[in-house]
């Protein structure tokens, strides 16, 4: 089954730091780019950090540049969204997503993506 397993979502104090795991199970995440998306309560989705498929490129939202950080562990298939000095705005649900089509720099279109994990809350609150 191909899918997509996201894990270490939770609640952190403003300022603190949480690490957001994006794992794949039957393909090899190391050639698709990867996208974390996320969604805050009465929002519509955003993207927010992406690799490219040869894990060259990266882009960062306005938002969350020099806080966040994407990238991959190949011997675990894993992806991570590293996040640090949050801040209550950065509270959502957030989505790992995978897609095939290379592509040398990546993007945040949604209907381009294959496969989605299943969302991870963060709270950033004290």
């Known amino acids: 089954q191909l899918r997509l397993v996201e894990s270490g979502g939770g609640l952190v104090q403003p300022g603190g730091s949480l690490r957001l795991s994006c794992a794949a199970s039957g393909f090899t995440l190391n050639t698709y780019a990867i996208g974390w998306f996320r969604q805050a309560p009465g929002k519509e989705r955003e993207g927010v950090s992406c690799?490219?498929?040869?894990?060259?490129?990266?882009n960062h939202a306005d938002s969350v540049k020099g806080r966040f950080a994407i990238f991959r562990d190949n011997a675990k298939n894993t992806a991570y969204l590293q996040m640090n000095s949050l801040k209550p705005e950065d509270t959502a649900v957030y989505y790992c997503?995978?897609?095939?089509?290379?592509?040398?720099?990546?993007?945040?279109?949604?209907?381009?993506?294959?496969?989605w994990g299943q969302g991870s809350q963060v709270t950033v609150s004290s």
């Open positions: 690799v490219s498929n040869g894990g060259v490129n990266t």
């Open positions: 997503a995978a897609r095939r089509r290379y592509g040398s720099r990546c993007n945040w279109a949604e209907d381009e993506y294959d496969y």
